[in-house]
């Protein structure tokens, strides 16, 4: 029988995550770390910005993969299940695809857990940002400024006029 690599990392994580079990919290905390591997952050910026294409700067998808490798951390069950999200994605060679069969590929894992992890966390974070806010122009909350009937409720400059008919 042949040992795949991605039995070989489940069952070397599984083992660490049964013996991180018997340790004290605080040993616990500091077993599994995800994102300590230097490759895995521009990896996850890129899938990041695959999914969502934008012309944000870079920074703001490195914030995001920031926020989804500590979301990642957050469990050895969800430590182990990014690890192998993210070996699956460098075996598949993720990071030379051009952005149409990288497309494809998150396409064919878009039911994982892995990737509902770096979806919902990315929509929360890339979307939170505040320097994505500036450049799309969304000046924030407005209940606490009287909302936004008489602060540019009509300032859609950016949309072509409506056509009013009449019946």
């Known amino acids: 029988m042949r040992l795949s690599r991605r039995c070989m990392l489940m069952g070397t994580a599984s083992a660490a ?5 018997a ?4 040993v616990q905390a500091s077993v599994i770390r995800v ?9 996850l910026v890129r899938m990041v910005q695959v999914v969502y294409p ?10 995001t993969a920031d926020a989804i490798i500590s979301a990642a951390d ?6 182990l299940m990014f690890a192998t999200g993210m070996a699956d994605l460098r075996d598949a060679g993720f990071a030379d695809m051009d952005d149409a069969a990288a ?4 396409k064919s894992i878009e039911d994982s857990p892995f990737f509902q992890l770096v979806r919902g966390t990315t929509v929360v ?4 940002d505040h320097e994505v806010w500036d450049i799309l122009g969304y000046e ?16 859609l400059d950016w949309l072509p006029d409506p056509r009013i008919t009449e019946l």
């Open 103 to 106: 497309l494809a590929h998150m």
């Open 140 to 155: 924030g909350a407005s209940f606490d400024q009287g909302g936004y009937i008489d602060r540019g409720f009509n300032d």
């Open 35 to 43: 994102g300590a591997n230097g490759a895995d952050k521009p990896l």
């Open 17 to 21: 995550v049964l013996g991180a079990s």
């Open 74 to 79: 957050s469990s050895a069950a969800q430590a």
């Open 23 to 26: 340790l004290p919290g605080e």
């Open 54 to 63: 934008h012309d944000f700067p870079v920074a703001c998808y490195e914030r």
């Open 125 to 128: 974070s890339l979307y939170n």
